[in-house]
T-cell receptor
Framework: GQNIDQPTEMTATEGAIVQINCTYQ??????LFWYQQHAGEAPTFLSYNVLDGLEEKGRFSSFLSRSKGYSYLLLKELQMKDSASYLC??????????WGAGTKLIIKP | GAVVSQHPSWVICKSGTSVKIECRSL??????MFWYRQFPKQSLMLMATSNEGSKATYEQGVEKDKFLINHASLTLSTLTVTSAHPEDSSFYIC???????????FGPGTRLTVT
């Protein structure tokens, strides 16, 4: 079956760095998305990885290892506004998104 | 670019009535659109995949006669919740998959409250 695993909740301190891990099992693989979702709002796009390696976009970076079925989202210089849920989604061979349950990130001052 | 709109943003209706939610890709074509439902503190749950010009594909457990989907053009899909009940109260989100590169863009969501 297809499955996406990510931690349910994480806590970090303002100004620090946090890494949110995601492991995936999909029927075929056409990339992996990370989305940010604030409570009561729709998800917003953060990153898309289809090749191995690290992609950096400002304070956020995303890493993919296809051989390990593993990705992580790295958030640096955490700000209070980064408190949100972070959703990992794999793209299967039919280009369907397989969603993780999301990781709730709590930022403390 | 790549904007998806949903209308209405929120709606309150009485039990037994029907509600139509529109999803539009404003500046790109989307042969395929997806409808999700999200209950509080839970992840997105895919309800159905909407394809322009053909019948929608519903996920297991989603009643196709209750949640009517029409994808009449390359930029518009509609979800009609028929005979709504309080348990249908939820946050409904659509996403449109851009034809040129298959990237998905989400609408802002529609909050439905059934009284």
């Amino acid at each position: 079956g297809q499955n996406i695993d990510q931690p349910t909740e994480m806590t970090a301190t303002e100004g620090a760095i946090v890494q949110i891990n995601c492991t995936y099992q999909t029927s075929g693989f056409n990339g992996l998305f990370w989305y940010q979702q604030h409570a009561g709002e729709a998800p917003t796009f953060l990153s898309y990885n289809v090749l191995d390696g690290l992609e950096e976009k400002g304070r956020f970076s995303s890493f993919l290892s296809r051989s390990k079925g593993y990705s992580y989202l790295l958030l640096k210089e955490l700000q209070m506004k980064d408190s949100a849920s972070y959703l990992c989604a794999g793209v299967d061979s039919n280009y369907q998104l397989i969603w993780g349950a999301g990781t709730k990130l709590i930022i403390k001052p | 670019g790549a904007v998806v709109s949903q209308h209405p943003s929120w709606v309150i209706c009485k039990s037994g009535t029907s509600v139509k939610i529109e999803c539009r890709s404003l500046d790109f074509q989307a042969t395929t659109m997806f409808w999700y439902r999200q209950f509080p503190k839970q992840s997105l749950m895919l309800m159905a995949t909407s394809n322009e010009g053909s019948k929608a594909t519903y996920e297991q457990g989603v009643e196709k006669d209750k949640f009517l989907i029409n994808h009449a053009s390359l930029t518009l899909s509609t979800l009609t919740v028929t005979s709504a009940h309080p348990e249908d109260s939820s946050f409904y989100i659509c996403s449109a998959r851009r034809d040129v590169d298959y990237e998905q863009y989400f609408g802002p969501g529609t909050r439905l409250t059934v009284t």
